[in-house]
């Protein structure tokens, strides 16, 4: 969470920096700011809000430089206002930050009790700490610091008496460095910098100096490091609007094309190592996700498999070792509570594999094997083509790369096209509701977990997902006369079970939907039915997702919701 940028140019260069801002502006926009040295010293400008907020507030100013750095925060320590705002500065150094500096308090007691600080943030703590260490060699300040701290950091540092330097230190959070034709830059991510010639990223506890014409990177002793830069990667996904409003909409479009891409990219051969258990940990969709992998191990390869939430799986002391494959799912590869889990999972002997959209993350690097979800880039808060191109892993792990999964990207493209208008006009119905239910069993139930989640994230209605017979077990007492419930009905086993329940409520009042198949559809009495072509029950949640993530995009747009930005999240959570 918080975005981090900085650009030591040849000409002038607050504007690439707000274009990168914005960019990053997924990892947080509690707030926004920026520092800049120009001749009279470091000048910074900050606003509460998103990156407009700040850009009003430059746009009565020249501000510009050679050498500058922003930032867009999601807030961790300290409220969301002005003064919490980053870059944050102390004595001669200016500091943009993003992750959490877990020993601030203990740090402000032992070495600054005296002092009065501007803010509430622990970045202001790691300003001070270099601040104090300097003595004219800011490499040795940043040293001193890095080995002080605990927690996760990534760094973008000026010194006043530097201004040719653009300096950066990491630990657990991302930061790259980036070559380009008109100068460098250290970011969060690489996507945020255009036309990138080489990318390397900081690993823990390195920091580098950062000149408009190179940079070097070293080690936690001071030594130069001759590092390898990151292999470009491969043909991202576009990474605009594609014409459309919002960013989430064009990624429910990619969809087919990141599933395609996935199932192409992933090698032959059976992946799961002859497990005898496996467990699936992630947070969030990618825990969605995991539920529907489970499933699949369980049913089409007889492995005792089960999900996990990350969260829980890291403090429950679980009962793992070398015979429970534990794969770790993450589009963003940086999740704080999948990353402890997977430490934890390697502590216990278990064998690691993690299944990540992002090449280089932290999750990514450190499993012993990895599988790349071929998403490219995804900027929407609400993740689509990630969720979709994970289950098509765990399609080809259970199944193998079969004709029916070769087939998929194309039914997933009918889904989007027969179900956008439908969705439209139901949206209008279910934005002037209060509650909304998802009601499904086993893999139905599994996706219907996603699709409440998509729909309260972006929104805000109050949406929960239900096995489809356990309603009855209390839950149905918040039906009301009106409430929207979808019941999403694939596995011809199981459809009648789910279709009394949905009558169920249907006898209290509830405006039901059912998402089902083509085949199924014929005889299912509801008040809508959305239909997803035929593709077996055990492929059907990558098509029965595709109308849950319309029906939330429309919903949140007919109630005139922030869809890309949605308000308390961040892309990237990186702390607990
Ligand atoms: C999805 O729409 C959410 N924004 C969120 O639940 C997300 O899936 C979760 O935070 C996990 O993120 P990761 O995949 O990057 O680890």
Known sequence: MCGIIGKIGKVNCMKDVLEGLKKLEYRGYDSAGVAVFTDEGVKRVRAVGNISALEEKLAGTDLDGRLAVGHSRWATNGNVTEKNAHPHRAGRFTVVHNGIIENAAALKTAYFENDAFESDTDTEVAAKLLD????????????????????????????????????????????????TESGCYIASDAGAVPDAVEVTKVENREYAAVTAGGYTIFNENGDALQKAPLAAAAGALSLDKGGYDHYMMSEIMQQPEAVRRTIEALPDGDLLGGAKEIRLIACGSAYHAGLVGARLFEAVRRIPARAEIASEFRYADPIIGRDTLCIFISQSGETADTLAALRLAKEKGAPTLSIVNVPGSAIATESDRVILTQAGREIAVATTKAYSAQLAVFYALALGKTEALGRLPEAIYTAIAENDGKCRRLAERIAGCRNIFFIGRQLDNAVSQEGSLKMKEISYLNSQAYAAGELKHGTISLVEPGSPVIATVTDPAILSKTMSNLHEVKARGAFTVVITTRALAPGLEADVTLTVPDVGPLLAPSVAVIPMQLMSYYTAKALGCEIDKPRNLAKSVTVE
């Open 132 to 179: 104090k260490f300097y003595d004219g060699d800011v490499g040795r300040a940043i040293r001193q610091t890095q080995r002080l701290l605990t927690g996760s950091w990534a760094l973008g540092i000026l010194c006043d008496d530097c201004p040719d330097t653009l300096f950066a230190a990491a630990n657990g959070s991302p930061l790259l460095v980036v070559k």
